[in-house]
Each structure stands twice: as structure tokens, then as C-alpha cells.
């Protein structure tokens, strides 16, 4: 987690650094920090807080100018919170300034030795142990800054994209990674680079970005250009520039009051954004490279294991259902954290894929790395183009959500759905297990689908009327079954996320065997209760919380007239295929925690202790 900004080149880096920082709140907002070289001497400000806290900060601390800055905001992994611990940081000289994205494992020997070398700390940071290395590697062997780096980094068992810079030859900037991305902006001419997380920092300097690949290290040079090599032996790489397919449009807010809000509403261009050149209702087909080169494999599986975490898991449970439902096909889902170290079963012929919207989680990224060890053919599907999971991965296939910037998944949820649900539909024609007339109309509803996710939104008022009655209440419950139950998962996780009120998700037939005993007159319960599925039965379990005082909140299907009548309150979704539910029944869970967080006066695109791509396990 945590963002990196750096600029080297002709203009004023600050306004860069800033503005890019708050680009990359997403990863991380507990504090932030800036290094400027201002022609003469190195100006460091930095602060617990946010970017906006760093900049009320800098106003009074440091003169702002200089062509060479680097900047980072910061999701707490060694050390709390707090000025002293925020990035940058100096070597002890003073002379070299480092900003680090990830974590140094062996950071307490590598501290020891240095101490016993004379180094003191400040902070409890693993970063500020690196740079100090870096600076003690620069003495003793008496190189140049890039091969310092480069010997440090050797010595390192963990996870970096890093930055830094020596005050006393600030044309030159050295970048590296492993395991945390890290892009390089190129500006025309060649004569000004920028350096990010994620390239959303310096889309409107320049369109060229080389991203770094795990294990390789960049020299900058200011008008000089840029050298990379492998870290750990030392052969130099082929700078490969990509011409970015994002523009700025698609990063801004664009009217709405948060991103979280933006993304649910661009669901519905989303959705079809990812069957889009896929689905071919025409032809009666569904074409997906990434699954037509490697048909063999998933129709020879053993089984299809699917890892993931968060929202993504759930998205995976939704696709287990899908999956067995249609292409009979035996699935497992785990979540990745679990399923890379319980030293699970994994066979030649057993398919794994890792569902990340980001493509850079720890976990998922491991239990790849393990599942390809054991011969498993890996299938990634990930929404960041180029990501570490998409590259790492045998083959995949993108969502197409377009870049998803508040903290709590929306648009990543539904559009990975919908690539599962793709992907499920060509297997099942491939294995014959679906129907012709069953395969044509589900193409047919797939591709009504936007449409009906723009009536499911109509409802944002009622939504809005009801978040306004339990938006003060502790607990609530959310309740589905089969294909909902996963949604009623996922429902829970984004309240708790975002309005910090705690919720369970649960199949709604499980609640008699444990969480009845929480219902009473101030326990909300949502029970997803769409016309074809189980809607009888999910009925009686309405009966059942009815008869205990519970306040009912049922999103039901248009024209239901059942649940009306003994729901306190009900929101509609238009009727659908009950595989592709899920793809309806989201929609009101997301505004219904949306409404409450910003009535409680949260903050819902960065919401405490969490960051948008978790990139520690
Ligand atoms: C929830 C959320 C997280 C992520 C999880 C996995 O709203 O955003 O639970 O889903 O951290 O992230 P990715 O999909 O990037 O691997």
C-alpha cells in the first residue's frame, strides 16, 4: 500500500508531487510527506494526516520550489501513524532521501548491524532502516547512488517500490520494485520523468509510461533518460514504453459527490464495457481469448479453484454458483490468505483463478505464485491493465471497469461478475451443459442487464428515505440465499466498510441456527428475496424474524406483492435470469451503505485503516 510520487525535470515538482499524491490517496491516507530539491539544499516537510494536511504544513515549513522532488502518502505498517514515521525519510548524513511503498522483512537484523555501525533511528520504520543501509552500502564500497541501491536491495528479504535521491547530485533519481508496482512517466522530448504508483499522477504531462518489472531497478537521469536493470544480476533491460490507454475524465469525480457514488452509478457502461466484443448475441456466441486459447485446459480441470479476497471473494462465491449451476464443473473458493498457507491439495489439472481488481493483493498474488509451483494452470482476472496478478497469471481476462478510486468496491464487483459469468456461459456451450435456447437467453439478458441496473438505481430516494431511519442503529443483518447469498456478503462487508455499523452476512436458512437469537425491534435485517430464488422459502425466513420483532428491509422484484406485505420496507429491482441477480441486487446494497456513511458524516472514499490495493499480506 501506500502511494509514491516523484518528479525530475524543468518544472516546479510541488504542484506535481501534490496533486499526485492526492491522486494515490487511494492507497493509503494516515500521513504524508514531500522532498524538494530547491536548487541548494534538500527541503523535507511531512505530517500525520492527509495530503491537504501536508500541504497546510508545507505552506509554513519549506519554500516550495525546485525542479526534483519525491512524495509518498502512507498506509501504516512498522510504526503508528505519526509525523516521525511519515516519508520521507534522511540517512543519517542527511544526504539521501528515500520514499518506500511495502515492507523490509528483515529490517530488525539489518537495523542491529547498522546500529552497531554507529547509525542512529528516529522513527520505527522498516524505510528508514533501507535508506540508512543504502547510505552505509554508498560509503563503504564507495559507489555511485544506483549501485548503492542495487547492493542494499540484495540484502533485502520483502516488498518495495522505492524512490531516491542524494541532495548532492539531485539530477539523478533511482526507482526500483519488487512485488509493489511502480511507473515511469516519460515526457516529450524526453526531458522531464515522473514517477507513481499507478500512472494516474501524470496522465495530462504525457501519455508514455515504462512500468517496472518485479526485481528491476531504473537509473533517471534529468535529460539524460532512463537505465534499467535487473537488481539482482545486473543485466541491463530494454526500456519498453506503452502508450496509456486512461484519460484524466476517467479519474475525476466528475459532478458526483464521491467516487464510491460516481463508480456505482457507471455500473451500468461498466457492465457492458466488459461484455463489450464478447458477447455476440448475433452469432449466438461468447468470444474470450484468454479462455479460447486454453479451452483445453478448463474443460480437462480436475476442478476450478478460485482465490481472491474482500469484495473479490465474493465475486468468486457468486461465481461458484455460476459455474456449477451451468458448466458442471466442481469449484472451490478460497480466500487467498488461507489457501497460500494450509498447504492445500493443488494438481496438474486443477485450474485456478484469481479474481483482483487491482492485481497487486499480497495474498492473491502468492497463492498464484504457489498454484503455478505445483503445475496448475493460472487464469487471472484483474481490472488494473498490467498488473502483477495479469502478469503473472497463465492467461486471463480483464473487467474493463475503467480505474476504481474509492476505497469500497463497486463497479469491480459487478464487472467481475460479469467476466465470470462470461467465462461460465462458453464452458457450459463448449461442455454442452447448457441448452441452446437456455445459452441464446442468457446472452439476451446479459445484454439487458445496464439497462436494468439503470432502473435498480432509480431507487436512490427510497434508498436515501430509508438509510435515514437505521443510520443510527449498531448491528445489522443481511440475509440471501444461493446466488444472493454471496451478495448478502458482500452487502455486510460494504456497511461495515464504509459507516463502520457492523454487519453479518449469512445464507438466510443458517440465520435459525445462530443469529436468530440477535433479532429484536432494533435489529434491521436486509433479506434479498428476488422472485425465482427459493422465494418461498426466503418468505418463511421473513415469517420468522417478522414474528420476532425484526425491522425487515426486502429487496424484492418489481411488482412483488408478499414480501410488500410483510417488509418494513421494500426496494425494487427489475426482474432477471436468478444467475445474473447478483447483478441487480448489488445495486441497492451499495446506495444503502453509501447513504448511511455520508449521513454519519464518514468518510466514504477513504474510509480509517483501510487502502485500496493491499499490497502486504
Ligand atoms: C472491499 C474491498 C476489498 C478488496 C480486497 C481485494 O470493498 O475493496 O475487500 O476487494 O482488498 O482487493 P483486490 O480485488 O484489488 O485484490
Not at 137 to 147: A, I, Q, S
Not at 556 to 578: F, R
Request: proline share 3%.
Amino acid at each position: 500500500m501506500c502511494g509514491i510520487v516523484g518528479y525530475i525535470g524543468p518544472r516546479e515538482a510541488y504542484p506535481i508531487i501534490i496533486e499526485g499524491l492526492k491522486r494515490l490517496e487511494y492507497r493509503g491516507y494516515d500521513s504524508a510527506g514531500i522532498a524538494l530539491f530547491d536548487g541548494t539544499d534538500l527541503k523535507v516537510s511531512k505530517t500525520k494526516g492527509k495530503v491537504a494536511d501536508l500541504e497546510d504544513r508545507s505552506d509554513k515549513e519549506i519554500s516550495k520550489t525546485g525542479n526534483v522532488g519525491i512524495g509518498h502518502t502512507r498506509w501504516a505498517t512498522h510504526g503508528v501513524p505519526n509525523d516521525v514515521n511519515s516519508h520521507p525519510h534522511l540517512s543519517n548524513s542527511g544526504d539521501l532521501v528515500i520514499i518506500h511503498n511495502g515492507i523490509i522483512e528483515n529490517y530488525e537484523s539489518l537495523k542491529q548491524e547498522l546500529i552497531s555501525r554507529g547509525y542512529t533511528f528516529k522513527s520505527d520504520t522498516d524505510t528508514e532502516v533501507l535508506i540508512n543501509l543504502i547510505e552505509d552500502v554508498k560509503k563503504k564500497e564507495n559507489v555511485k547512488l544506483g549501485k548503492a541501491v542495487q547492493i542494499a536491495l540484495n540484502q533485502v528479504i520483502g516488498a518495495y517500490a522505492i524512490a531516491v535521491f542524494d541532495k548532492n547530485k539531485p539530477e539523478e533519481v533511482v526507482v526500483a520494485r519488487l512485488g509493489s508496482p511502480l511507473a515511469i512517466g516519460i515526457g516529450e522530448n524526453e526531458d522531464e520523468f515522473f514517477i507513481a504508483s499507478d500512472a494516474s499522477p501524470f496522465l495530462e504531462y504525457t501519455k508514455n509510461a515504462v512500468y517496472l518489472e518485479d526485481e528491476e531497478m531504473a537509473v533517471i537521469r534529468f535529460h539524460k533518460g532512463i537505465k534499467i536493470r535487473k537488481i539482482h544480476d545486473d543485466s541491463l533491460v530494454d526500456t519498453y514504453v506503452q502508450e496509456l490507454q486512461i484519460n484524466l475524465e476517467q479519474i475525476e469525480k466528475g459532478g458526483y459527490d464521491h467516487f464510491m457514488l460516481k463508480e456505482i452509478h457507471e455500473q451500468p457502461k461498466a457492465i457492458k464495457d466488459t461484455y463489450r466484443g464478447r458477447l455476440r448475441r448475433n452469432d449466438a456466441i461468447i468470444k474470450m481469448a484468454g479462455v479460447e486459447d486454453n479451452m483445453k485446459k478448463f474443460l480437462n480441470a480436475n476442478r476450478i479453484i478460485i482465490v481472491a479476497c474482500g469484495t473479490s471473494w465474493h465475486a468468486g462465491l457468486v461465481a461458484e454458483y455460476i459455474f456449477e449451476d451451468l458448466a458442471r464443473i466442481p469449484v472451490e473458493v478460497e480466500y487467498a490468505s488461507e489457501f497460500r498457507y494450509r498447504n492445500p491439495v493443488i494438481r496438474e489439472d486443477d485450474v485456478l483463478i484469481a479474481i483482483s481488481q487491482s492485481g497487486e493483493t499480497a495474498d492473491t498474488l502468492a497463492a498464484i505464485k504457489l498454484a503455478k509451483s505445483k503445475g496448475a494452470f493460472v487464469f487471472g482476472v484483474c481490472n488494473v491493465v498490467g498488473s502483477s496478478i495479469a502478469r503473472e497469471s497463465d492467461a486471463g481476462a480483464y473487467t474493463h471497469a475503467g480505474p476504481e478510486i474509492g476505497v469500497a468496491s463497486t463497479k469491480a464487483f459487478t464487472t467481475q461478475i460479469t467476466v465470470l459469468t462470461l467465462i461460465a456461459l462458453r464452458l457450459a456451450r463448449a461442455k454442452g451443459t447448457i441448452s441452446s435456447s437456455d445459452f441464446r437467453q442468457h446472452l439476451l439478458e446479459l445484454e439487458m442487464i445496464p439497462k436494468k441496473v439503470e432502473k435498480a438505481l432509480e431507487s436512490d430516494e427510497n434508498i436515501k428515505k430509508i438509510s435515514a431511519v437505521y443510520k443510527d442503529v449498531s448491528n445489522f443483518l443481511y440475509l440471501g440465499r444461493g446466488y444472493n447469498f454471496p451478495v448478502a456478503l458482500e452487502g455486510a462487508l460494504k456497511l461495515k466498510e464504509i459507516s463502520y455499523i457492523h454487519a453479518e452476512g449469512y445464507p438466510a436458512a443458517e440465520m435459525k441456527h445462530g443469529p436468530i437469537a440477535l433479532i429484536d425491534e432494533n435489529m434491521p435485517i436486509v433479506v434479498i428475496a428476488t422472485k425465482k430464488g427459493h422465494y418461498e422459502k426466503v418468505v418463511s425466513n421473513i415469517q420468522e424474524i417478522k414474528s420476532r420483532k425484526g425491522k425487515i428491509i426486502g429487496i424484492v422484484t418489481e411488482g412483488d406483492v408478499q414480501v410488500k406485505q410483510l417488509a418494513d420496507h421494500v426496494i425494487e429491482v427489475p426482474e432477471t435470469l436468478e444467475s445474473l441477480s447478483p447483478l441487480l441486487t448489488t445495486i441497492p446494497l451499495q446506495l444503502l451503505s453509501y447513504h448511511i456513511a455520508v449521513m454519519l458524516d464518514k468518510n466514504v472514499d477513504q474510509p480509517r485503516n483501510l487502502a485500496k490495493s493491499v499490497t502486504v499480506e
